[in-house]
């Protein structure tokens, strides 16, 4: 199915190839190269495209390009999810998916893909199952391997390849016990003009990490299972199960993983948390204009909201920003035309602010689209879709061991749109809102 | 790493230590280090000391860099015998470093590469486990053909090791060489009545393979489901589109009228594929969704297709390459069922953070949901989009609006002015964008809009867009009768700027003359006269042929003809209004999630999803396993449907209350033997000990099974300590005869794969388990009756030609003995027959380019048993076009055959690319002779005549047995039946693998493993008659050996003879 990959970075250098099956030469990129030239920015290369004798199915991963040589009919979406299965682990691996650290560790990388696929068809692709053939480098173990000559090669026998549950490592231990679980939210909208919501969704996922002893099997159940609309799983858990009680019966992998990722059904109306006041605006045959925005709490349920950043891509004919602001720091780059607010906390009693003048290019017509906001923002303790863990048991194991949950609310995409005349309206993405609660106990 | 080190030092910076610390830094600055070797070689000496020497730090530096040279895709083959010699290094990670470099150079340095395989042989017995594994994976990733019977051995071996993760690794190496769905999407894709009898197995197994397993399979039962079953889409649906069509253009009407009156019932096996597969839908990898969806949108009742939209909208959230293939599936989907999506239309709103790709097709998508209910909102949400920076996007928006415009006649009017306003926005993009949409939606309204067109008369003073400028001329010139004071105007004002317009626009600006001249040629005479002559001498030949054409056509004079009559009725005919359609119109004719509807061709491999029967084909082959088993396991069959009955309580018991009761299940469930599958109870670690140890065993007798039959038999009753395995076997005699029983069992067994519709998971796992059992049991227990060659079995293994790996299933060894029962073939002959164990690779010319008037043919046989007819010898040819245009509907034509033989073809191939190179497989059944086959390879155009004489050599398929048996049957085979010869050759080519190499290259035999060091024999049987074929070469006292040629085919045998004498007295 795959034959080769190749490792290219934002220059264009191929930095790293791997061949499984009869080598493919590198001249087979030009062809992506030449996409990439048409496309507007490395946004727009098309992840398919057709060679006389291959097709190249590319991600872009953390500025770099993972280029895969396919030669006969394979479903584009394989191949795609299985490159980024493979950043993924690099990541986890090296802890960034990047050109130095891919070079750095050039021989583990080898290792890994040759774990990853075998004859162009994927082998190994369970970070558990993976750590235990390939140890992740750390600073102690290059240390201690330098000096005793000793490999980063795993000589233990990779058990959970063979157990019944391919996911998760025999022979766990340790002397803590914990399970975490973090519940994470997003609310994607858009906001029009008129500050009415026009799209709002809250999507979510809980992230787990489970440090138990032994084969736990666990079952978590939510107060109120309902809210979560549409679903999808990790392959531990039990399907049926879930079908007929809404509750997550699951043996863990070892280690953090994400457990589900859920949308809450549209339904339910989103509170959305912030609002925006804002107005832009731009003299006629005047080579400046004014803006402003505030920002406010909204429907936040007694929480904090914290984190804020509010981004504004600006008109290509804007020069420069003169801004003052209430709270927080700006930036803008002339170069990008991008404004950056980092607001931090709301605080009800002094709304942040930012306004100023906006310097335009002399003589070009002034903007005709006034630009649109993305905000970023975070509620820690909250689950904006109201989502609860109600508890969490274990079975198989006879020890106790110490449970938490965290909620987060975040911004996803988060857009406001600040609009015009006839043909246009404003409209914001507000991204979403995080929550996060601090180890709440369970019973 | 580079860092860490630097840390090191710092903490001990010490003799020995700080070299190492040295070594390793060098090694990791990569472009430091890489740029030395690309730009001295003379640092390869360098390497190569560093390998020789005695230090492992040494080495393993060396080779480290080594590997970083092979990933920046610098040549290092000429390391090679350096880094061969270290394959022995007893140091892991060298030795790895090793198979790393090996498995990418092996195949350009064959011989070398063959210095380190007794290596390999050594590395497959070393103690560590891991050694051993990745010994077989880095042997079998060499592609080089010698060692494919070493592998064989390697892979024999290792099969049998003591460690199961070495075990685990074997069953990958099989897959590699002959896996089973890709093997049967690679060998037989069209092959679809292989698939009938494990058709059930794999559904049921689905959930359980592994996520990348689940891709592949899915897509083919997606295709199997669509022959074999009668299509659940009601016909008088509306949305019904080609389907419909298809039936409409059926003229028998009477059947029509019946079919309409049977009500439609669904097969159970096509519920079966349904329901089996929608628990995957939830799956978080995207391919698996995306088959799961493709699935139902092909096979399932409408009606039911609606719940994948969910899922599909919930891939939205991914990454965008993700986003940019579920958004293309989706857009072809919402053409043809609006409904699906309808619910979802603001999850496709754009987003400004959206890359330009991804906001085109959601637009798309947008356009194709867009009613008269949502029409407003979505317009309200176009105008955003209008004013969006991204002046593409702006520009597909404007076009979206004119088909939205078109689609939806309450709002056509509405978008008009819209789209009339936009003519005044400064960005020019956008106004020659709108111009074009306008010009359209005007042709398709006949309706006066003599203000429209005014306005855009006056945009031509502005507008530089060629297009916009030719359309706005076009649209003049068109209603110039509308416009009577206006178009001569604009026709001044543009035969004066005449030679500067672009080429487009200097044709509409003669067109508008043309007409103006026609209708109103007292004002414009002159002027288009004076176009005209711009024209004549206009650069552009297209040009000054218009002129030319348009010059005869209106101006009377002599020697125009009748034309120039019609010449206003030429130029002004009512013109039919252009239908503007969304893109993806033409891609539904891909199956859904194929790389070919992601890029609208048809792509190296792919395979058209069939219409559906209009009558089912008899949904009982899916049964033939199921029968027999019935008729061999009656009463078994029974007392395992009670025990699974009893199973299913006493897991819901379980369920109930968790923790207490998983005493008895263990119990229970360590007894049922080594099933496994996440739905099961796995709650604890004995429990997996227990399950562990019992699936190595089942795993290896499963792969072994059909080894050799007595021992199987023994084997079974060994390892299967269970009572009813044993009664069985004893049952399975007695019921040979016993037809009675058949039917009732056979409904036995359906109920139980009935019930697990019903049943809760667990007692759908349980159920399934029994079921699984039974059919592996019976298999073995058969074995001693039928021979079965299945496909994970060791002994049967091919080297396809172009091998691809499975997904996978070995995760579970319970998985391997299912897909075992994967037949490809009922050979009912005693003798087993085994691999070839070595595949020449040599091609003989079947038509050359030059007779073949471009179209070059080369065949050669893969030695492979005929997947056609068992009695047929297979056959590879591959077609080459050489010509630069494409080759059509190559095919076989009359067939010139001896009395006797048969021939099956290859299917007619549509076209063949220019430089295109296609293989295809065809049997000829040569009844055991060389008689030549003589046949016609057609084209549209030509027909070829060509012929095929197999090599004596390639009539035979290898056969297994042991020396005792092979002395036996010698011992039948004599008189007559023997032919021999003398040899004399050199000793050097007396060793056994030289005469093993001769022998299989010469022919299609199977070695017998031989006691004696002197004696080597081979076995085979001949393949259409399955008369044995024995050879034997004895070496005698100085450089002499004795052949010796069993057979009661006696003129192959002295053919054969006659072969083999020559190539193995040869230097």
């Known amino acids: 199915m795959i034959h080769s990959l190749f490792l290219i970075n934002c220059s264009g250098d191929i930095f790293l190839e791997k061949h499984w099956k009869s080598v493919v030469s590198q001249s087979v990129c030009d062809y992506f190269f030449e996409a990439q030239e048409k496309a507007a920015d490395v946004e727009n290369v098309p992840p398919v495209i057709s060679t006389p004798h291959h097709y190249l199915i590319s991600i872009y991963r953390d500025k770099l390009f993972f280029v895969s040589v396919i030669q006969t009919e394979v479903p584009p979406l394989f191949v795609i999810e299985f490159l980024h299965r493979v950043a993924d682990t690099f990541q986890d691996y090296f802890g960034e998916c990047s050109e130095a650290a891919i070079k750095d560790n050039v021989v583990i990388v080898y290792e890994l893909l040759e774990e990853m696929l075998d004859n162009g068809f994927p082998l190994a692709t369970e970070s558990n199952i993976l750590k235990e053939l390939i140890k992740p480098p750390t600073i102690l173990r290059s240390v201690v391997n330098s000096i005793t000559g000793s490999s980063n090669v795993g000589d233990t026998l990779p058990t959970g390849q063979l157990s019944n549950i391919p996911w998760r490592r025999a022979g766990v231990k340790y002397t803590n016990n914990e399970a975490y679980f973090d519940v994470v939210e997003e609310i994607d909208a858009i906001i029009d003009k008129s500050g009415s919501t026009v799209f709002a969704e809250i999507q979510g996922v809980i992230d787990a990490c489970i440090k138990l002893s032994g084969m736990p099997d666990l079952s978590l159940s939510f107060m109120n299972p309902r809210l979560l609309d549409d679903v999808s799983f990790h392959p531990c858990i039990r399907f049926k199960r879930w079908e007929s009680e809404r509750v997550l019966s699951f043996i863990p992998p070892d280690g953090n993983f994400r457990l589900i990722s859920y949308r809450v059904s549209s339904q339910n109306l989103v509170a959305i948390p912030v609002y925006v006041k804002h107005s832009i605006s731009f003299k006629e045959n005047s080579s400046c204009g004014r803006f402003d925005i505030t920002i406010g709490p909204k429907q936040n349920m007694g929480k904090t909201i914290e984190g804020i950043t509010v981004t504004v891509h600006m008109p290509k004919v804007v020069l420069n920003m003169n801004l003052t602001t209430t709270q927080g720091s700006y930036t803008f780059d002339p170069v990008t035309k991008v404004l950056t607010w980092d607001v931090g906390k709301i605080t009800p009693q002094k709304l942040p602010s930012l306004k100023g003048l906006v310097n335009l290019q002399s003589g070009a017509p002034k903007p005709e689209e006034n630009p649109s906001l993305n905000i970023q923002f975070k509620i820690q303790q909250l689950a904006i879709s109201g989502l609860k863990v109600n508890r969490l048991d274990m079975y198989g194991e006879k020890y106790k061991p110490f449970k938490g949950v965290k909620y987060v609310t975040k911004a996803g995409k988060f857009q406001e749109d600040v609009g015009g005349d006839f043909f246009s309206i404003g409209e914001y993405h507000l991204t979403a809102a995080h929550c996060n609660s601090k180890g709440r106990k369970l019973q | 790493m580079s860092s860490n080190s630097f840390s090191y030092n710092e903490q001990s910076g010490g003799g020995e230590a700080t070299e190492l610390g040295q070594e390793a830094t060098s090694t990791i600055s990569p472009s430091g280090a890489f740029g030395l070797f690309s730009s001295d070689l003379k640092k390869n000496e360098d390497l190569k000391q560093m390998l020789e020497s005695n230090k492992d730090s040494a080495k393993l530096d060396a080779m480290k860099r080594i590997v970083g040279m092979i990933a920046k895709g610098k040549n290092a083959s000429e390391l090679f015998p350096a880094v061969v010699k270290n394959v022995a290094s007893k140091n892991i990670e060298i030795k790895k470093l090793v198979y790393v470099y090996l498995v990418r150079y092996a195949e350009e340095q064959q011989d070398l590469a063959l210095l380190s395989i007794s290596t390999f042989q050594r590395a497959l017995k070393d103690p560590n486990q891991l050694i051993r594994a990745s010994a077989l994976r880095v042997l079998s990733s060499i592609r080089v053909p010698i060692i494919v019977p070493i592998m064989m051995l390697a892979i024999k071996e290792a099969s049998a090791d003591l460690s199961p993760y070495v075990r685990k690794n074997a069953a990958h190496a099989i897959q590699k060489l002959y896996s089973v769905v890709m093997a049967f999407e690679e060998v037989c894709p069209d092959r679809i009545d292989l698939i009938h009898k494990n058709y059930r197995k794999l559904c049921n197994l689905l959930v359980d393979v592994e996520e990348w397993g689940q891709v592949v399979i899915i897509h083919m039962l997606t295709r199997y489901a669509r022959t074999q079953f009668v299509s659940p889409w009601k016909e008088g649906d509306e949305l019904e589109d080609n389907e419909k069509n298809f039936y409409e253009s059926d003229d028998d009407q009477k059947e029509k009228t019946d079919k309409r009156k049977k009500p439609y019932t669904m097969d159970p096996d096509h519920r079966l594929l349904i329901r089996n597969t929608k628990p995957l839908l939830q799956s978080r990898n995207a391919a698996v969704v995306m088959a799961v969806a493709q699935l139902y949108w092909h096979i399932s009742p409408k009606s039911e297709a609606g719940i994948i939209s969910k899922s599909l909208v919930r891939l939205l959230r991914s990454n965008r390459e993700v986003q940019y293939i579920v958004l293309q599936n989706i857009a072809t989907m919402s053409i043809q069922r609006k409904g699906m999506f309808e619910p979802y239309l603001k999850s496709f709103y ?156 200097k044709l509409q600006i003669l067109n508008l003359g043309a007409k103006l001249y026609l209708t109103n040629s007292k004002q414009t005479k002159l002027l288009t006269q004076y176009i005209l002559n711009l024209g004549k001498y206009d650069q552009n030949y297209d040009i000054r042929d218009r002129t030319r054409f348009i010059r005869q056509l209106i101006v009377p004079n002599e020697k125009s003809g009748a034309l120039s009559k019609y010449a206003k009725k030429i130029f002004l005919a009512q013109k039919p209004a252009p239908l503007l359609e969304s893109p993806f119109k033409d891609r539904d004719h891909f199956q859904l999630g194929t790389l070919s509807h992601t890029l609208n061709i048809k792509a190296t491999g792919y395979l058209e999803l069939s219409n559906w029967p209009e009558v089912a084909p008899d949904p009982s082959v899916r049964n033939v396993e199921v029968i027999e088993l019935a008729k061999e396991w009656t009463p078994a069959g029974k007392a395992k449907q009670e025990n699974s009955a009893k199973k299913f309580y006493s897991e819901s018991e379980e369920e109930g209350d968790s923790s207490d009761s998983s005493s008895d299940s263990e119990s229970e469930s360590g007894s049922e033997s080594g099933e496994q599958g996440k739905s099961g109870e796995e709650g604890d670690s004995n429990e997996d000990s227990s399950e562990d140890s019992s699936s190595e065993q089942d795993s290896e007798s499963g792969r072994e099974s059909g080894l050799e039959n007595k021992r199987t038999a023994k084997r079974n009753s060994k390892a299967k300590g269970k009572s009813d395995s044993e009664d069985g076997e004893k049952e399975n005699e007695k019921s040979k005869t016993s037809d009675s029983s058949n039917a009732e069992s056979s409904s036995i067994e359906d109920s139980s794969s009935d019930s697990e519709s019903e049943s809760e998971s667990e007692s759908e796992s349980e159920s399934r388990k029994v079921t699984q059992e039974k059919e592996k049991k019976t298999k073995q227990g058969r074995t001693p009756l039928t021979k079965d060659v299945s496909l994970l079995d060791l002994d049967d293994f091919n080297p396809v030609s172009t091998p691809i790996a499975l997904p996978t299933p070995a995760l579970s060894p319970s998985l391997m003995a299912d897909l075992e029962g994967l037949n490809l073939s009922t050979s009912s002959s005693v003798i087993s027959v085994s691999t070839p164990v070595f595949v020449p690779t040599k091609t003989h010319v079947l038509l050359h380019r030059m007779s073949g008037k471009g179209l070059a043919a080369h065949y050669f046989f893969p030695r492979q048993p005929c997947i056609f007819g068992d009695k047929m010898v297979s056959i590879q040819i591959t077609l080459n076009n050489t010509t630069d245009q494409k080759i059509e509907n190559i095919h076989i034509g009359e067939k010139k055959l001896p009395i006797g033989l048969k021939m099956h073809v290859f299917n007619p191939i549509d076209s063949l690319e220019p430089e295109g190179s296609i293989t295809v497989s065809m049997g000829i059944d040569f009844c055991d002779s060389t008689q030549t086959a003589s046949f016609q390879l057609c084209t549209k155009d030509d027909c070829f005549s060509v012929n095929i004489q197999p090599p004596v050599g390639e009539l035979l398929l290898p056969v297994a047995m042991s020396e005792k048996d092979f002395k036996k049957e010698q011992g039948m085979l004599t008189g007559m039946n023997e032919t021999s010869a003398v040899i004399i050759a050199a000793p050097q080519n007396f060793t056994p693998s030289v005469i093993f190499q001769k022998v299989v290259n010469i022919a299609n035999v199977g070695a017998v493993p031989s006691g004696q060091d002197n004696i080597h024999r081979f076995a085979a049987k001949t393949v259409h008659s399955g008369s044995l074929m024995l050879v034997t070469v004895e070496l005698k006292e100085g450089s002499t050996a004795q052949l010796i040629i069993n057979t009661e085919k006696t003129v192959i045998g002295s053919v054969l003879l006659r072969e083999l004498k020559p190539v193995l007295s040869q230097g």
Request: glycine residues 2%; proline residues 3%.
């Open chain 2, 350 to 505: 754009v987003r400004s953070t959206d890359p330009t790709m991804i906001k085109t097709l959601k637009l798309e998508i947008l356009t194709n949901l867009a009613n008269e209910a949502n029409i407003s909102t979505l317009l309200r949400e176009f105008q955003t989009y209008v004013k969006s920076q991204d002046k593409q996007f702006a520009a597909a928006t404007i076009q979206t609006i004119g088909r939205c415009a078109t689609n939806i006649l309450e709002v056509t009017d509405t978008c008009l002015n819209g789209l009339v306003c936009l003519l005044s926005n400064r960005d020019e993009i956008v106004v020659a964008e709108s111009v074009v949409v306008i010009k359209k939606l005007l042709q398709m309204q006949p309706v006066q809009h003599g203000e429209i067109i005014k306005h855009m008369a006056k945009l031509l003073d502005s507008i530089t867009v060629p297009v916009a400028r030719a359309s706005i001329l076009w649209l003049i010139g068109e209603n110039c009768e509308r416009v009577p004071k206006i178009a001569p105007d604009v026709l001044r004002k543009m035969a004066k700027s005449f030679t500067s317009e672009d080429d487009l626009v």
